[in-house]
Nanobody
Framework: QVQLVESGGGLVQAGGSLRLSCVAS????????MGWYRQAPGKQRELVAV?????????ADSVKGRFTISRDTDNAKDTVYLQMNTLKPEDTAVYYC????????WGQGTQVTVSS
């Protein structure tokens, strides 16, 4: 089993920055990729950014150049970060951390609200 705990959401004005963190614990040896998804009201959940075990990184086109994903692994935990710069109102959503292992795990979600 893998447990994911997210932090770092909040309210920010357009043009501002936020940093999300997600700490994975438990059977972290089984994790391959980790990433972030988001879901805005009335919309489907969409991929924001993902980093694979081999270090390959992919971003949604809408966040390229503004968001940066990074990952830090030690013996006890695996942490993925999402640095979000130049935020726009359309970035408003609940952001979910994701870890792929034997199955897919999800965090509880953290709200990001960008005001215009």
């Amino acid at each position: 089993q893998v447990q994911l705990v997210e932090s770092g959401g909040g309210l920010v004005q357009a043009g501002g920055s936020l940093r999300l963190s997600c700490v994975a614990s438990g059977s972290i040896f089984s994790i391959t990729s980790m990433g972030w998804y988001r879901q805005a009201p009335g919309k489907q959940r969409e991929l924001v950014a993902v980093v694979t075990g081999g270090g390959t990184i992919n971003y949604a086109d809408s966040v390229k150049g503004r968001f940066t994903i990074s990952r830090d692994t030690d013996n006890a935990k695996d942490t993925v970060y999402l640095q979000m710069n130049t935020l726009k109102p359309e970035d408003t959503a609940v952001y979910y951390c994701n870890a792929d292992a034997i199955r897919r795990y999800w965090g509880q979600g953290t709200q990001v609200t960008v005001s215009s």
